[in-house]
């Protein structure tokens, strides 16, 4: 019995981190705290869904208000190429540039022509693309006021350099497998947040050249490339993102490769690379 008391107290010291080397117990703690960094709750912390205001209709009353999620033109219900669906996009895209409340947009975009009228959105600074199969994001330098972007589930995309003219502070990406510029990223010196991933439920990771074009991004805080397959095997790019607190990366690495980012790198300190 006193052996057994013994090794359960020992357990609870190690799952406290006594014992552990004060470099592992420091960072440990650390990440504890970065979730109250003010920065980082800028653009980690999600709004939740019963925020939005739920719209079908361009004629709901509802429609300008600050957080909003439109639903009307899913594919299982309105044919494409359809009559019904020209006139729908028609008529969302002489209501868009009049929504001068919105601030965070949430819809899923099935046609190209509903992306360009999103695009003439005077204020908004936030948009999910939740579903999508547009081409071009030429539109979205209209967005002057955009600090986040966010696009799930494209695969007609190839060419993301229109985005190299906004300022944004978050940017993400998810199951968008066809694109073929993931470097011009590195551009975008106000990035907070960067998460690039490929389908974490299948699983199938996205297939991503390098990190190193991200290396000059001074206020990365967060990168998450938890999903993707890194080419160049190569992590000594993080070492030079100085402020980074929190990188994620679910694949293989060797244990030096670990050890020497851990002990080299003042800030980072969370994140399943680290764990």
Known sequence: MAQLLNLKFFLYLCWLGVGSSPLKASRRNVSHNIMNDI??????????HWDFTIIQTPSDKRINSKNVR???LTPGVIKKGSQKEKTLVEEWNSVFPKLDNIRHLKIDVYNQDNFDGICKI????????TNSNFTNLSSITLLKKLNRFELFRNNKITDIEPLSGLNLEYLKFEECFNISNYEIIGNLKTLIGLSINGNWTAPKNLKLNSIKTYENLDELIHLDISFCSLLDKSFDSVLKMEKLKRFDYNGKVDKKTVLKIQNNHKNLCSGSFMD
């Open 122 to 129: 005077p204020n908004l600074e936030k948009l999910t693309i």
């Open 39 to 48: 920065t980082y709750n800028k653009f980690s912390i999600e709004i939740p």
């Open 70 to 72: 439109i639903d009307y």
